[in-house]
């Protein structure tokens, strides 16, 4: 794993509000051939606790054009109880959930063992994002995941079952295959966001190139000026 994705490339822990410490890991995820080429799998990929997903949209803008919530067979979310004391108790247990491009992707990259480990360890899981829209940097696949370690050996032997899920993930990634359909889907979305971000840039550019005429104009005026 380590020579097709090569090592953490950033690995730190910060202290943060919640309890214990907070494990932010980074890792580009290597295809075979040019290191440097566009990801092979159109993918974006992403799970959170169920209270934090309105917040993932609003932080990652794109979410909105790509991600939706998929039923994860693996990693299904469990059903409201119908008593009320069960039901404050499912209420104070954040589950996660999983956002996908499709079902397909979900439970290809979500396998029975990466499930199982989610399953029952994965309250320390902040977020796990797997992106080739190169939103941190220019890698063009790229995951990023935060646990909490916590402070007891118990947490964090938790946290550890949790990260080795997330390296399975990684290289279920690298060999994921689109059906047809899904791959359609996934780049007509992309070729969509190009477009629009190609319009950006061509309307910031254009209004750079105004902006730089004008400011030629005035100083041209101040010079006529001086020279009355």
Known sequence: MYKRHCVLSILFVDKMYSPGYVLTVDIPIRFPGDYNAAAPVPIEFFICKKSKVRGNYDIHEHFKQFL???KADNLPVPKPPTNKKEAREYQA???LVVLAESEEVANFIVDKNVGD???LYGSCLLECHITDQQVYNKYPCFLRTRIVIGEAKEEQENALKVLKAI???IDKVVRTKLSADARTKAER???KVDAV???????EAEAKQLEKL???ELKY???LRSLK
């Open 221 to 223: 005026q101040a010079k």
């Open 197 to 203: 971000k190609n319009k950006e840039q061509n309307d």
């Open 68 to 70: 939706s919530q998929v």
């Open 167 to 169: 390296f399975q993930m």
């Open 93 to 95: 247990n954040d589950h």
């Open 214 to 216: 004008r400011q030629e």
């Open 117 to 119: 480990v989610l399953r």
């Open 189 to 191: 979305v992309r070729r």
